[in-house]
């Protein structure tokens, strides 16, 4: 009986207790808290990391197909279609290294 007497008496320190221990408590382990921060920068660093990997390569992609389009290069043709089809003239010897 006398626990209860203290709890009425002390509603408003325990109140505030819990209160400080919730907001303490969501701020470092909730969903917008620091370690959900932390997880976040991480993974955000990862995928920057990686866009600027496809951006490279989408220049390379960019840069052939530039080759092949308006003014076309012959001798990149010409390295294109001798390494994709394995193609020589009569005169030249193939070695395949692969």
Excluded: P, W
């Excluded at 006398?2 to 400080?20: C, G, M, P, V």
């Amino acid at each position: 009986m006398r626990f209860f007497q203290i709890l009425k008496a002390k509603k408003l320190f325990f109140f505030q207790i819990f209160l400080t221990l919730y907001i303490g408590i969501n701020l470092i382990g909730g969903e917008r808290g620091l370690i959900s921060y932390f997880e976040k920068s991480t993974y955000e660093k990862n995928l920057s990391i990686k866009n600027l990997e496809l951006k490279k390569k989408l220049e390379v992609v960019e840069h052939k197909n530039r080759l092949l389009s308006k003014n076309i290069d012959f001798d990149y043709l010409d390295t294109l279609y001798r390494t994709k089809l394995k193609f020589g003239t009569k005169n030249e010897i193939l070695i395949k290294l692969r």
